[in-house]
């Protein structure tokens, strides 16, 4: 069984920050890549941004240059660094993990930006 745990949500004003981390624990066995994804009402879930073990980074186009995705191996434990929040960055942020052995997801974290 592999748990992930999420924190870092909140409520925010435009143009502020935030920063989400995930906590992988458990059975965790080879894993390729972690990373956040994210839901809005009424709206698909999207990538936002993902990373290997290896460090290569992958980021939704929308989002690049505002949101940096970081991971600390040793802990298991991926960050979301997100700056100049928009309105309509307002979601649910859920935490990925992509193993081997299968794929596993947070509970997650509200985001919401408004002043």
Do not use: H
Request: hydrophobic residues 30%; proline residues 3%.
């Amino acid at each position: 069984q592999v748990e992930l745990v999420e924190s870092g949500g909140g409520l925010v004003q435009p143009g502020g920050s935030l920063r989400l981390s995930c906590a992988a624990s458990g059975r965790i066995f080879s894993i390729y890549a972690m990373g956040w994804y994210r839901q809005a009402p009424g709206k698909q879930r999207e990538l936002v941004a993902t990373i290997t073990s290896g460090g290569s980074t992958n980021y939704a186009d929308s989002l690049k240059g505002r949101f940096t995705i970081s991971r600390d191996n040793a802990k298991n434990t991926v960050y979301l660094q997100m700056n100049s929040l928009k309105p309509e960055d307002t979601a649910v942020y859920y935490c990925n993990l992509a193993s081997y052995l299968g794929e596993y997801w947070g509970q997650g974290t509200q985001v919401t930006v408004s002043s």
